[in-house]
């Protein structure tokens, strides 16, 4: 693992200003990581949606969560129509509530639409250091690579944006037709942008849907760019007959954590953490303001998961 004493070293040997700029999007260069100590988890909102932002805020904490993931989108915690007014007040009584809110979840996709621009420079105003993008869709009038052009020339644009304000967007993988579903998509939708200020939030649960055995290949080719990543799990099962996803606790399904948190320590990355869980918690799992069991069993899973992440990160 390289330190800053070694970025030091590299810079005065001319090493850095030779080697491409995406590098220096690598954390390894941005900070010393210490890949002894637990995780940094944040609890991803969408699945406390029945709480308010102070109780949100106590909740992540009494569970031993660092911080929260906010929803700032349609029906989120936050409305993007309402961000410049609630999303000041949500932060405020997150750390009233004794949490943090460095990491925030939005339907940001243009730099140029209004809305887009307001949840940016609230958030980034507000402290929030990273938020997660829209997902985009490839448009049926033209061809899958004018469309990758299109979103290419998008984030570009997002990119000042996001320095202009001081925040880092990120773009999540994620399994489908959407674009996202291919490692190489992210890829290049990425390639004009500051790597500083826009990259990858990495989903290991998507990256195993899609590339199965070859995630490794997609994590060595995305790792420069990660700045966030989120942790769930999943397996194949069959439902009435068909074969179907079926989400799980962590360390329950598919994904091989050991083999995937000894590839983050190898590259010498520790990305802050969003914690999802989509299994059955009684509607929590898909966000809803009621769920139809005990906010304990929500409580019991997201801790159970927390513990579990800690034991599979301090053994790989």
């Excluded at 220096?24 to 890949?35: E, G, I, R, S």
């Excluded at 606790?249 to 091989?256: A, F, L």
Aim: glycine share 8%; charged share 25%.
């Amino acid at each position: 693992m390289k330190t800053r004493r070694d970025f030091v070293k590299l810079t005065a040997l001319g090493v850095i200003g030779a080697m491409p700029f995406n590098s220096l999007a690598n954390p390894l260069f941005n900070a010393v990581v210490d890949l002894n100590t637990d995780l940094d988890v944040s609890i991803f909102s969408k699945h406390l949606q029945f709480l308010d932002y102070e109780a949100t805020g106590e909740m992540a904490a009494e569970m031993g969560f660092s911080g929260v993931d906010l929803t700032v989108r349609p029906k989120g915690h936050v409305l993007p129509s309402n961000v410049e007014k609630d999303l000041p007040k949500a932060i405020a009584a997150i750390k009233k509530g004794g949490s943090s809110c460095k990491m925030i979840t939005t339907a940001i996709e243009n730099a140029s639409k209004q809305i887009d621009i307001a949840v940016i420079k609230t958030a980034a105003k507000e402290g929030v250091k990273f938020y997660r993008s829209n997902w985009f869709t490839y448009k049926e009038e033209i061809s899958m690579e004018d469309s990758l052009a299109f979103y290419t020339e998008g984030i570009q644009k997002l990119g000042v944006l996001n320095r202009e304000a001081g925040i880092v967007g990120c773009y999540q993988n994620h399994a489908g037709l959407k674009i996202g579903g291919s490692f190489w998509e992210v890829k290049k939708i990425l390639e004009t942008v500051d790597p500083n200020y826009f990259g990858v939030q990495y989903d290991i649960r998507h990256a195993t849907v899609e590339g199965g055995v070859s995630w490794k290949n997609g994590l060595a080719l995305l790792h420069p760019y990660i700045k966030t990543i989120v942790l769930k799990d999943f397996k194949w099962a069959q439902v009435k007959g068909k074969w179907k996803l079926v989400n799980v606790p962590i360390g329950e399904g598919m994904i091989d954590f050991d083999a995937y948190f000894k590839l983050l320590k190898k590259y010498g990355i520790k990305p802050p953490v969003s914690l999802h869980l989509e299994y059955d918690l009684g509607g929590a799992e898909k966000g809803k303001s009621k769920i139809i069991v005990d906010k304990k069993v929500v409580y019991d899973a997201m801790k159970k998961d927390l513990k579990t992440i800690n034991t599979l990160w301090k053994n790989a």
